[in-house]
């Protein structure tokens, strides 16, 4: 085959446009720190960055999901932590309004702060967080007490699903409830301070009868007693407690799985430099030795034939 002077000018010119292109490659990798610019310049790099990109996604959005989480339970154990200590002082004037010796001004004194304490409890029934209520079940956008017809309040009757669970996904396929349906627990506590307000402002209730309402280990213990009470919101922090320890544990495994998925992608897609800058001096060494060739092949001109 006859190789002409267009042949090795085709050839040498079609060679440094190459090694520009290889050079603009690096170039790019060097600039960017990433091995790929677009999908086509490694489409196996490009789908594995798409996975872990996903993946930072849902770890981002599990990691506001637990801020929700934390809110509703710390929200929900600060307000059955308040529902206790109101029921220890409900105890300890219960005990003052059991002597027989109390005259009926004082009775009518404690009967006072006793109707005091009951309204807390019904205004922390109402713990609102971030335009929900927290114990009105999956009816979060209504109130767990409203005002009654004859005055006060009462257990808000439009409640459908008082009882229902607010769940939150917080990992893959992994839920965890977030509320604590309380229409029960404060309907029973609310109805409980209601019979020791009437015991109060009874005359002829003598002290025993009111200290009935302490129960504990005493024969007339009934399950609407304080000690029952206070127990079933000791039990129900105790739950919030429980919860609250699971969450923790799974931000530690966010956090773990950040971490990786971080690390997976920053080896699948970042540019190893070392190895970057060593191919483009060796690119830049071969490219100008073809430009030092190429220029003595481009020189010659017909005159160079002839002599």
């Known amino acids: 085959m006859r190789v002409t002077q267009s042949m090795l000018s085709s050839n040498m010119l079609r060679n440094l446009n190459n ?15 990433s091995k790929i610019s677009r999908p ?39 307000s059955l932590n308040q529902v206790g200590e ?12 059991a002597n027989d010796t109390n005259t009926s001004e004082e009775r009518e004194k404690i009967k006072m702060e006793i109707d005091q304490i009951r309204q807390q409890i019904q205004d922390v029934g109402n713990t609102n967080v971030a335009g929900s209520y927290i114990f009105s079940g999956t009816n979060t956008n209504q109130p767990l007490f409203t005002p009654a017809t004859g005055g006060g309040k009462e257990i808000n009757p439009n409640l459908n699903a008082a009882d229902k669970a607010v769940n939150i996904e917080i990992y893959d396929d992994i839920q965890i409830q ?18 020791i307000s009437n015991l109060l402002g009874n005359p002829n ?10 129960g504990g280990v005493s024969s007339s213990s ?14 129900a922090q105790a739950d919030v407690g429980a919860r609250q320890n699971r969450v923790e544990m799974m ?14 992608l920053r080896d699948n ?19 100008q030795a073809a430009l030092s060739v190429g220029a003595k092949i481009i020189q010659q001109t017909l005159v160079d034939f002839i002599r």
């Open 19 to 33: 090694s520009y292109g290889k050079m603009s490659k690096l170039q790019d990798q060097l600039a960017s720190g």
């Open 40 to 78: 086509s310049d490694d489409p196996v790099i490009a789908v594995k960055g798409m996975g872990y990109r996903r993946d930072l996604a849902k770890v981002e959005q599990y990691t506001r999901n637990m801020i929700t989480a934390n809110s509703w339970l710390d929200s929900t154990d600060e």
């Open 86 to 97: 109101q029921m220890k002082r409900v105890r300890e004037l219960v005990i003052q309004a």
């Open 178 to 195: 977030v509320n604590t349906p309380g229409k029960d627990i404060f309907k029973n506590i609310d109805d409980m301070m209601g019979k």
């Open 205 to 214: 209730v003598t002290g025993p009868e009111i200290g009935a309402m302490l």
């Open 222 to 235: 009934t399950n609407d007693d304080i000690t029952a009470m206070h127990n079933k919101v000791l039990e």
């Open 251 to 264: 931000e530690n495994r966010l956090s773990i799985r950040e971490v990786n998925v971080t690390k997976q």
């Open 269 to 287: 897609e970042s540019v190893d430099y070392s190895k970057a800058i060593t191919e483009m001096v060796t690119h830049e060494s071969i490219h």
